[in-house]
């Protein structure tokens, strides 16, 4: 009787800290969601109530309807713009996870010095400011003739390979060998066996990798501004950025407009693979 009490007992108390913890948490979720609601809000309303009435819903005078979005997108040729995000993020992620997934397996496979050398080289990246490389990285990127959304992909690779490698690594090491013997024996060549055998079991990790990476390099300012040639190709955080005037003046109504239509691809790519992300990182959390 009395283990039963006990039981009831600590049964009343995890639901009471369940309880706390949800109402916590969901008060803290409305704290991260009330910038964006606010973005939503002002992208509807006239440039001169936005700062007057910030937080206010735009109703009478201060609604505009569509006007600050279709005035944003021809004043920053917004679709020239999405379309060199979506090639730049898009080819990105797939060199990044290609490339990372066939280096991660290559060190776990192949122990020598060598390998282990260039794992560390992989983790010491991870840890460098970017500060420290963004001015020589500028200037070698204008020597080796990468200011464009082609070379780009290579410096986005360099910076996107740490993270990816170790998390692929991860994976990899709890991959039985067995698997990759039996393919071999089977008259699989090495890249065949990655590609028909370890490939498809890395689908967890890599699809948490396409997200982290994909939010990323999307959502990137100072890495296209340094490397591309803006004149020429505007991703859409540097393309938004042309919205402010002289003098400090700056197009609100089109620039909240513009940050609504930015935001949305990412929002839906992250909420279709949401569900591999957790996936993913515990599949990688194995013991070396």
């Known amino acids: 009787m009395a283990k039963n009490k006990d039981s009831q007992v600590s049964a009343v108390r995890k639901t009471k800290h369940g309880t706390a913890f949800s109402v916590f948490f969901s008060l803290l979720s409305i704290v991260y969601v009330m910038p964006i609601m606010i973005v939503i809000i002002n992208s509807f309303k006239r440039k001169a109530f936005i ?67 260039f794992y560390m080289l992989c983790l010491f990246s991870m840890i460098v400011p970017f500060q420290m490389v963004m001015f020589t990285l500028s200037k070698l990127a204008n020597m080796l003739h990468l200011s464009n959304p082609v070379g780009i992909i290579l410096v986005y690779l360099g910076f996107g390979a740490g993270l990816a490698v170790f998390m692929f690594t991860g994976f990899v090491k709890s991959i039985p060998l067995e698997i990759e013997e039996a393919a071999m024996i089977d008259g699989c060549t090495p890249i065949q066996t990655f590609f028909q055998v370890v490939f498809p079991i890395l689908k967890p990790t890599a699809i948490t990798v396409a997200i982290l990476q994909a939010m990323w390099i999307w959502n990137d300012y100072l890495l296209p501004y340094l490397v591309l040639d803006i004149k020429r190709f505007k991703t859409i955080p540097i393309a938004i950025q042309y ?33 591999h992300i957790i996936e993913g990182v515990v599949a990688g959390a194995v013991k070396g």
């Open 51 to 117: 700062n007057k009435f910030p937080f206010k819903i735009g109703t009478g005078k201060m609604f505009v309807g569509w006007e600050n979005y279709v005035e944003g997108i021809k004043k920053i040729e917004f679709f020239k713009a999405f379309g060199y995000s979506l090639f730049i993020t898009v080819c990105s992620v797939a060199v990044i996870i290609l490339c990372t997934s066939m280096c991660a397996w290559y060190i776990t496979r192949v122990q020598t010095k060598f390998t282990k050398l």
């Open 243 to 275: 919205l402010k005037g002289g003098y400090g003046s700056i197009d609100w109504g089109a620039m909240m407009a513009m940050l609504v239509l930015a935001i949305i691809p990412i929002i839906l790519f992250y909420i279709a693979c949401q569900k």
